[in-house]
């Protein structure tokens, strides 16, 4: 099954998901988790690490000023989507 990725397919910088009200934020969550999980099903990988961060990740760029902001990442090898 292929999930439409509405609010995904709109976010083309940080300042787009800024935009968002809580309540698309977490429609978003819900969307890049569908993301992540079909595009594993595919290739193979770290799903929990993935899954993981997705309201992390969502937060740091709500809060900050990415990419002013600069936000580093050590997962290097986990990351497949």
């Avoid at 968002?20 to 079909?38: G, K, M, T, Y």
């Amino acid at each position: 099954m292929t999930a439409t990725f509405s609010l995904l397919n709109r976010i083309a910088s940080p300042e787009d998901l800024r935009a968002l009200d809580r309540a698309h934020l977490r429609q978003l969550a819900v969307e890049l988790r569908e993301f992540i999980l079909q595009s594993v099903s595919r290739t193979g990988g770290h799903l929990s690490s993935n899954l993981g961060t997705v309201e992390l990740t969502i937060a740091l760029h709500a809060v900050f000023n990415t990419p002013h902001d600069r936000l580093v990442w050590d997962v290097g090898h986990q990351t497949y989507a």
